[in-house]
Every structure is written in structure tokens, then in C-alpha cells.
């Protein structure tokens, strides 16, 4: 008997799942396949937005390329500029510019007041979303406006991974504009004390009255000459914070609303231009002016408003970021920073009237100076104006206790002359700019050499921005006589201007423009006039007015006056009013035919051939006569007549005006304040010549820096 063989119960236990498993192999390959496909999806998805990236990046650096050409009139330079950058970098993808529009010119303007808007017509958004898109503000100028942008679009087939996918198209755009020029320039009073490059700021620092140019070395500040700072590297050093987006409307606003104080501004400037060492110096020099100036702090405004004048005027650039980033010069802007910190603070200044004008006539002479407008710098493009620092000095001139000798002293006749001058104002516009090799800005001048009046200033007022001459003035009693306000008024001289100059320069170029000459001494007669005008109730040509009478109780006065002082003895009262000028002339003799000046007349009245005349009969006839006026006897008054006619035909100026007491009085007072008023103001041209340091009518124009090719993108 064969034993049965028993089979491994492993074998058939295999077999069954070997069946299970042939469809698991399809499910894993499918699996694979969707992967796959996932995969190479995603890598064209990525290809996509790498090569959609990649031709945006072409098409910016195209326009920015076509902008730096472009020019006013003409696109053929710039649509070749942006054409040549554009295949320049599509050939790393083996694609050109062959199947996109050409690049197109047009003007870029965002303004929304239609009106002022110098686009014609505005392109609509390439893309959209939600029905709305982003504006470009391009598209044709007007007439009156030329290219200022330029846009680049490429659309390219690009194909994908997967091949059965085929191609996909691409589309950029970018608009980059070319903004206008900036610069940046300051305008500032000539010097007379020397070419010194820290002179500009000793003129300062004498204006208020401190001689620290040689007492602190302010000749080391000279290192900081030629060294460049930008708006924006100073504001984040002294910790004020400027956004991207800012608007050049908003950054004024923001420097206008900041003050900060003298010594961190000084701080900032020197450590930007790396000169810590003058750290010292900035410390010593604050304190010598805010004990001379007898203040503990001095604070600087660091931008300008309609109000009040800051260490930046008015910013007029395309945009604030081109306006942050132009350079300035560094002991420029410190030199300007001292003076806005100074402004505003009055000091006494020794005039130093000559001992022998005030002894003898007995005058004194009060002055004071101060810097009312400080200097400021100028940034932006075209229309952008800058400052020079604007002095004011008030001479107060004064009788002490009365004018001394001859009829003036008689009378005891006094004078007071507040006389209010502000020189040094000068304004620089930025009217043109050239970016061509070298680069060039073009500057107008418009110089104020002097304003000059007298009357009375309210002292609140006296040292502010204002100008006093034009809206602070008020009346004045410039000569009292005998308790009686003689003179009584105000007085506005024209003073000689000066006709706007142009100037051009390059970058770190001073140009000095305007005349040398201080107007107070070339004035003074038309000052004269004026204040006869005023005695004499004329117009300030001082023509067509009437003589009037001398008021009888002054008449009687001055009738008391020389009868008390020299008696009651006709011939010498004669003599003496001969002598004081009182000479106008009166007809006389037989039935008034001759002619006889007004002592004459009095003294043959009083010294008759019949009767007599005694002491009250004499002081009648005196006061009668003091109030006549001018008048020529028969025989004169034809000779004159005949006179002022030939005068009239052969251009001559005729007999003249009559005169009076009035006029006899005066006739001296002019006398003694027309050599006055010239000694004060040769002697204010000393002061501002010489110890303040500047030439009167002269500007120095300097030009920073000029930014051009200033391109960016807006789309």
C-alpha cells in the first residue's frame, strides 16, 4: 500500500491573492500618469508666471530706456531706445519685438482738474478687474504740451511643457515718464570782507551782533564746503520719518509743521557729512548765540508756508522722492539753517554818528538791525524760487532837548526821524534748465535794494516779516515847533530798483549779479520833497499847491521870540530875520510898484517919516507880517511874468515857488537833515559793508545741483 503524499497547505494558499492583485498595478499607474500630469501642469503654470514676470521686466526696462530719449517734440530716438532694450532682452528667450506694437509716446498727467489736464485724450486700462481697472493718465497731448512718456507693450506666443498644449499668449505694459529737471540753489548777499567760502555765515552772525568768526574759528566750518546731503538722508537723521507715497503738496506741509532745534540741525549736517570733529564747535557756537541773543533755545521751522519763511522754501518738484534726493551742499544748508535759527531776534547796533553832527545840532541816533527773513534754499523744477536773508535796521533819530542855534534854536524846534530800512532782499526763480553737457540752470534775479520810510512802526510789529513801509506805517510828527506839530506824517521814497538779471551756471558755480550802491544817500532829496509835501500840503512832486498864511498864534510866537531876544530895535530885528532866511519878497514903495523883501517892509512900516511906532505898534506890524505870503510889487510881478514865459519856451523852470515863514523855517531844517540823513546812510553802508560784511544791491547765485534724466514708472 503507497502511502498518500499530503501537499503543503501553502501552495494553494498563494494562488488566491496572486488573482487579487493584477488590478492593482493600473491604479498605481494611473496614479503616476495624474501626478505626472499635475506636475508638468504646474511646471507650465510656473513657466508662465516666470516668462509673464521676465516680460514685464523687459517691458519696464524698455520704457525706462525710451524715457531717458525722449524729447519734447520728437519719439524717434526714444521708440528706438525702448525697441533696442526691449529685443535686447527678449533674445535670452529667443523672442523679439517683431510681433509686438511698436512702443508709443504720449504725455503722462494725473491731474484731475480737466481743464489744466494736458493730456487730449486718456488711453482706457489695458486689464480689468471687477469691471474697474487702474487709470493710466497717457495718452496725446495737447497742442500746447509735448511727449513726456512713453509706453512699451510686448505680447508674445509663448509654448508650453506639455506640446499638445500648444501655445499661450503674453501680454505687459509698462509707462515710464520723464520727469522735468530738478535743482537746487541758493541766493545769498554779496560779501565785501572777502571770498572766504565761510563768509556767508560771519555775515550772519554780525547781523545779530556777535563777532564770533574769530573768537571760534568759524573758518573750520570750511571742510563741509563740497560736501553733498540729501533732504532725505538729513530728515531720517533727525528722526523724522518720510513715507514712499508722499505728494510733493504733503511734504511741505510736513517740513512746515516741523521745527527742531538749532544745535540737533547743526548736529545732523556735520555728521552726515562726517565731520564729527565740529560737534564741539556747533556746541560753542549755540551757546555764544543764545547769550548774546538772551534766549535759551533757538528753533529752526524747516519748511516754508504762506506765513512764515523756513530753512527749505516752497518745494516745486515733479515728485517728492526727486525733491528728497537732490543733493545740497552741506555748509550751505548749515550757513542757512543759523540763519533761520537768528531770525527775527533785534540787536543795537552803534551807529556811531559823528561826535560833531550830534554836538552841534544836537541830535542822537538809536539803531538797531536784525534778520527778518531768513535765507532758504531752493528745490524743485522750473518756477522754484529761493531767498536771500533780508536785514532790517531802524535808525531812530532824535533831538536831544531841542536843535541847537539860529532860528531853529530859537524856536525850539525838535525832530524826530524813525526811519525804517530793509535792504538786502533779493529773490531767485529757477526760469530755465539745460541737461545737456555740461548742465546748465538759468536763474532770474529780482533785487530789492532797499526799502526805505518814515513814520511810526508799532514795535510788535517792527521786527516781524512784514513789510512795515506797506501796511504797518502810521503817522508820525516829525518836527515840532513851538509845541506845534510842524511836520506831521509818513514818507514812502521811491527807491532806485533794480530790473530783474539773469544769470546761467553750472553745478557748484556762484555768480554775483546787480550794483553796488546804497540808495538811503541817492534818496534823500526825494525824502526832502516829501517831507515838504507834507509841510505844505502838496503832492509828492511838491507842484500846484497854494501858500498858505502862517497861523497867527504861531506868528505871534515867533514875533515874542526876536523882539524878547534882540529887542525892540527895528534895523537889527531887520537884520536878524534877513539872516535866518525870512526874505520872500513884498511889494513896496510908491503905490506898490517896487518890490522889497518882508523885513525890509516891516521896518520901513514901523520907522515912518511922519509919526512914530511904538513897541506894541511893532508887534502888531511883526505878526501881521509873518502871516503875509509872497507877493512881487507891480513892476516885479511883470518881470517875472515875462520871466517864466521865456523860461517856459526855452525849457527853463520859470521863476519858482514864493516862500513864506513856513518855508523860511524849513529852508534851514533841510539844510541840517539833508547832510544828516547822508552821514546815516554812509554810515549804515559802512556798517553793512564793512562789520556786517555785505554789498548793497549785489546777490550771489549758486547753483547746488541739477538733476536730470529723473525717469520713473507710472503703469
Not at 543795537?348 to 527778518?372: F, H, Q
Request: some cysteine; glycine content about 10%.
Amino acid at each position: 500500500m503507497t502511502p498518500h503524499r499530503r501537499i503543503p497547505s501553502f501552495v494553494s494558499a498563494s494562488r488566491a491573492p496572486l488573482a487579487r492583485q493584477r488590478g492593482s498595478v493600473l491604479i498605481a499607474a494611473a496614479a503616476a500618469m495624474l501626478v505626472s500630469v499635475t506636475l508638468l501642469a504646474s511646471a507650465d503654470l510656473g513657466y508662465l508666471f516666470y516668462m509673464k514676470r521676465e516680460l514685464q521686466k523687459t517691458a519696464d526696462l524698455a520704457a525706462l530706456a525710451g524715457a531717458q530719449q525722449l524729447e519734447r517734440d520728437s519719439c524717434v530716438a526714444a521708440t528706438a531706445a525702448a525697441r533696442g532694450n526691449a529685443n535686447l532682452n527678449l533674445q535670452r528667450f529667443a523672442l523679439s519685438m517683431e510681433t509686438s506694437p511698436a512702443p508709443v509716446c504720449g504725455r503722462w498727467d494725473p491731474n484731475p482738474d480737466s481743464t489744466r489736464n494736458t493730456v487730449q485724450t486718456m488711453e482706457p486700462p489695458s486689464e480689468s478687474y471687477s469691471g474697474t481697472g487702474g487709470k493710466k493718465y497717457f495718452g496725446t497731448p495737447k497742442s500746447t504740451a509735448g511727449f513726456n512718456a512713453i509706453k512699451v507693450a510686448i505680447s508674445q506666443q509663448v509654448p508650453l511643457v506639455l506640446p499638445f498644449l500648444g501655445n499661450r499668449s503674453l501680454y505687459a505694459e509698462a509707462i515710464a515718464v520723464q520727469e522735468a529737471p530738478v535743482a537746487s540753489f541758493w541766493v545769498g548777499s554779496k560779501l565785501a570782507t572777502s571770498n572766504s567760502q565761510t563768509a556767508p555765515l560771519c555775515v550772519l552772525l554780525r547781523v545779530v551782533g556777535a563777532n564770533l568768526c574769530e573768537d571760534l574759528g568759524i573758518g573750520t566750518y570750511a571742510g563741509l564746503a563740497g560736501v553733498k546731503i540729501t533732504p532725505s538722508g538729513l530728515l531720517k537723521e533727525l528722526g523724522i520719518p518720510v513715507g514712499a507715497d508722499l505728494s510733493v503738496g504733503q511734504l511741505n506741509d510736513l517740513l512746515a509743521a516741523r521745527k527742531v532745534e538749532l544745535g540737533q540741525l547743526l548736529n545732523a549736517i556735520v555728521s552726515l557729512a562726517n565731520q564729527n570733529s565740529l560737534l564741539g564747535l556747533n556746541a560753542s557756537l549755540l551757546n555764544s548765540l543764545t547769550a548774546k541773543l538772551g534766549i535759551d533755545t533757538l528753533l529752526v521751522q524747516l519748511g516754508s508756508n504762506s506765513v512764515t519763511s523756513g530753512l527749505f522754501a516752497l518745494i516745486q518738484a515733479p515728485s517728492a522722492g526727486s525733491a528728497l534726493n537732490v543733493d545740497l551742499d552741506a555748509l550751505g544748508l548749515l550757513t542757512a539753517a543759523v540763519g533761520v535759527g537768528v531770525s527775527n531776534h533785534a540787536v543795537t547796533v552803534d551807529l556811531g554818528l559823528p561826535a560833531a553832527v550830534s554836538t552841534a545840532v544836537g541830535l542822537k541816533a538809536n539803531v538797531r538791525a536784525s534778520i527778518i527773513e531768513p535765507p532758504s534754499v531752493g528745490i524743485g523744477g522750473l518756477g522754484t524760487r529761493a531767498y536771500t536773508a533780508q536785514v532790517r535796521t531802524f535808525v531812530d533819530i532824535a533831538t536831544d532837548g531841542g536843535l541847537v542855534g539860529g532860528l531853529l534854536g530859537l524856536l525850539g524846534t525838535q525832530v524826530k526821524l524813525p526811519i525804517v530800512l530793509d535792504v538786502v532782499s533779493s529773490q531767485g526763480t529757477l526760469t530755465g534748465m539745460s541737461c545737456t553737457a555740461p548742465a546748465k540752470a538759468t536763474i532770474k534775479v529780482d533785487s530789492s535794494i532797499a526799502k526805505l520810510c518814515m513814520g511810526k512802526v508799532n514795535e510788535s510789529t517792527l521786527w516781524s516779516t512784514h513789510d512795515v513801509c506797506a501796511t504797518g506805517l502810521q503817522d508820525e510828527t516829525f518836527v515840532k515847533l513851538l509845541g506845534i506839530n510842524l511836520l506831521h506824517g509818513q514818507v514812502k521814497p521811491d527807491i532806485l530798483a533794480q530790473d530783474p538779471v539773469y544769470t546761467t551756471l553750472e553745478v557748484d558755480q556762484t555768480k554775483t549779479v546787480g550794483r553796488n550802491e546804497l540808495p538811503l544817500g541817492d534818496t534823500v532829496q526825494d525824502l526832502v520833497n516829501q517831507l515838504l509835501a507834507l509841510l505844505l500840503a502838496q503832492s509828492s512832486s511838491g507842484q500846484g499847491a497854494q501858500l498858505e498864511a502862517f497861523p497867527a498864534d504861531t506868528a505871534t510866537q515867533v514875533a515874542d521870540k526876536y523882539l524878547n531876544q534882540y529887542g525892540y530895535t527895528p534895523s537889527v530885528i531887520e537884520q536878524k530875520l534877513l539872516g535866518d532866511g525870512i526874505t520872500w519878497p513884498r511889494p513896496c514903495g510908491l503905490l506898490g510898484l517896487g518890490t522889497c523883501a518882508m523885513p525890509t517892509l516891516w521896518r520901513q512900516t514901523v520907522t515912518p517919516l511922519l509919526g512914530t511906532c511904538n513897541q506894541a505898534c511893532m508887534r502888531t506890524e511883526l505878526i501881521k507880517a509873518l502871516q503875509t505870503t509872497a507877493s512881487n510889487g507891480v513892476l516885479g510881478g511883470l518881470l517875472n511874468a515875462v520871466g517864466d514865459l521865456l523860461g517856459s519856451l526855452l525849457g527853463g523852470t520859470g521863476s519858482g515857488q514864493s516862500q513864506n515863514l513856513l518855508q523860511a523855517i524849513l529852508s534851514p531844517l533841510v539844510g541840517l537833515l539833508k547832510p544828516l540823513l547822508n552821514e546815516v546812510g554812509l554810515l549804515l553802508a559802512n556798517l553793512l559793508d564793512g562789520l556786517v560784511g555785505i554789498k548793497i544791491g549785489q546777490t550771489d547765485v549758486h547753483l547746488m545741483s541739477l538733476e536730470c534724466d529723473n525717469v520713473r514708472l507710472v503703469y
